[in-house]
């Protein structure tokens, strides 16, 4: 019932790419369930089958999956409310979902699972759990200010509740969607207060995400490059302790590479975006969509290096990926065919192809955005550098 909420939901927006966003999405979510049962059962049957794993391990990555669910429950409820904000973002949103296979590797004392014994304090921090899930599913969706709103809350009721585990997770949250939001000052507030408990309590994966976030607030936001490498430090330890997860540090070299090019150091960017990709190849499956930005930033940081050849071959796998996740009239697939058109108009054989390209995006921003978006000028003006 609420898969066929989300697909009414997400066509209901009459978008140009509204048909194969929910198709799409069906697939992510039904792919993600299933996992979600295969864990599940493997996880209890390690215990009570094969007898390989010890009754506190199986609490603890129940614990996990639990979680894992909460957070696709609160995804779910925002995207059978999506608007086109929502349907725009709601194929990545999926994707970025934890995989539930990761609980495997939960180990017991883990603090991010550990609940109170109490049952009306289990519920309430339970409680807590589900408001920060649902202020993070509202990020993904790019809803940053209602996420805002949520977030806040969820923190007001942390504390209320006296749990340090959940009142991390909330200030993480709560951090993320300040930046969101470009309250930075506020943003490093929290992400400061949710690494430290999180180091406090042993869970270096939080204490890494947060730092992470922190980076970005500080390189790319403020424009501070220096506080940017010294907070990295503090991430890798952090990363280290977590067990030196591919994906941390793919997200580490990704954010030090943005402020990289914030600060306009081009050889410093590409070097952590190489590095980011290759992280990301021991991280993700090969046609993960999390791949075309990180070829798109590849592919525009070459170009203004001037390697045009090489940064043409990321920005058409960049171009690719997106049209086979997003559909051929996304809005994403505007922006690197656009890239793309750059690259190709410096030279005269491949003019042609370039207005082509230029054309294109043209006509998905029309009908994404109408007529008079001010995105339609950037295009013309290329165009015309095209000529």
Known sequence: GRAAEVDVALRSTNTAYAAHT?????????????????????????TWVHGEQSEAALDTRMACLDQRRGELRALVDVLADANGQVVERAVSAVAALAA??????????AHETQLPTDPERRRLVLDVYALADDAEALLRAGRYQPAAHTANRAVDAAQAVEHEPVLARALFVQGVAAQRNADYDAADTSLGAAAERAASLSNPTLEARAIISRVRVHGVHKRNRERAIGLAEGARSAIARAGGAARLRASLAQELGASSLAAKELDAALQQQREALKFAERAYSANDLRFASLYANLGVTLAQLGETLEAETYLRLALELRENKL????????????????????????????LGLIDRAMRIRQATFGPGHAGLADLWVAKALSL
Do not use: K, Y
């Not at 979510?29 to 996880?43: H, N, P």
């Not at 539930?100 to 004392?109: A, H, I, T, V």
């Not at 559909?327 to 042609?352: T, Y």
């Open 100 to 109: 539930p296979q990761q609980c495997l590797n939960s180990s017991p004392g």
């Open 22 to 46: 929910a198709e799409r999405v069906r697939g992510q979510l039904d792919a993600f369930a299933a996992s979600w049962v295969e864990t599940r059962i493997e996880v209890c049957e390690a």
């Open 327 to 354: 559909g051929n009239m996304h809005p994403r697939v505007a922006s690197v065919a656009q890239n793309l058109a750059n690259v190709l108009a410096s030279r005269p054989e491949a003019v042609d192809e370039a």
